[in-house]
């Protein structure tokens, strides 16, 4: 059990324009999603926590105009880059919460996206 | 100071060799310990999880935290070609709002 999805895994578009990504938990109810951005060979950097039904909270220096977040049932968020450009470029993943007793703590990635911005 | 550090590697061990990865923190309010295990291109994917200080061991995996020395280890045995990658520490304070903080990870490379 625990599975998270993303989709699309892959993704280039040309600068200028905007990006959606989903973030799915497939066997489990997820009140709590994350969203990360990883560079390569870096550790990953928190962008936002995702609440179902309410506004997401974003970590100091990332711009919520750019990166939109919509969490809008227990099992789907949503990564929304407006406006891209070639330094968003980078390796995005989300992550899930399962809140099931006793998996309070315990956090299931999805396999990432590869946004390549030209 | 970082609030977690791990030594980033590389590791290069040889096939069946036991390994051990390493974690240290400052902030005594954190309670849960995970490590994670990352191929690349990939997500990262869990592979232990721990409560507090002690012992917690799944197949060839042994998680071990110590609160008193704020250490945490995770031990690899019989170790296989198969478990190179990266491999990152994380951990979280107790409370509805914490956020998981993440070690910088390190590469291991088990040569056959």
């Known amino acids: 059990g625990a599975v998270v999805s993303q989709h699309p895994s892959r993704v280039i578009c040309k600068s200028g324009t905007s990006v959606k990504i989903e973030c799915r938990s497939l066997?489990?109810?997820?009140?709590?999603m994350f969203w990360y951005r990883q560079f390569p060979k870096q550790s990953l950097m928190l962008m936002a926590t995702?609440?179902?039904?309410?506004?997401?909270?974003?970590e100091q220096g990332v711009e919520k105009d750019k990166f939109l977040i919509n969490h809008a049932s227990l099992t789907l968020s949503t990564l929304t880059v407006t406006s891209a450009h070639p330094e968003d470029s980078s390796f995005y993943i989300c992550?899930?919460?399962?809140?099931?007793?006793?998996?309070?703590?315990?956090?299931?990635f999805g396999p990432g996206t590869r946004l390549t911005v030209t | 100071q970082k609030e977690v550090e791990q030594d980033p590697g590389p590791l290069s061990v040889p096939e069946g060799a036991i390994v051990s990865l390493n974690c240290t923190y400052s902030?005594?309010?954190?309670?849960?310990f995970m490590w994670y295990r990352q191929y690349s291109r990939k997500g990262p994917e869990l592979l232990m999880y721990?409560?507090?200080?002690g012992n917690k061991e799944d197949g060839r995996f042994t998680a071990q935290v110590d609160k008193s020395s704020k250490y945490i280890s995770l031990f690899i045995r019989d170790s296989q070609p198969s478990d190179s990658a990266t491999y990152l520490c994380?951990?979280?304070?107790?409370?509805?709002?914490?956020?998981?903080?993440f070690g910088t990870g390190t590469l291991l490379a088990v040569q056959p």
């Open positions: 721990t409560y507090s200080s």
């Open positions: 995702s609440n179902e039904g309410s506004k997401a909270t974003y």
């Open positions: 902030n005594s309010a954190f309670q849960y």
């Open positions: 066997d489990f109810q997820a009140t709590t």
């Open positions: 994380a951990m979280s304070a107790r409370g509805a709002t914490n956020k998981l903080i």
């Open positions: 992550s899930a919460r399962d809140t099931r007793q006793g998996r309070y703590y315990e956090q299931y």
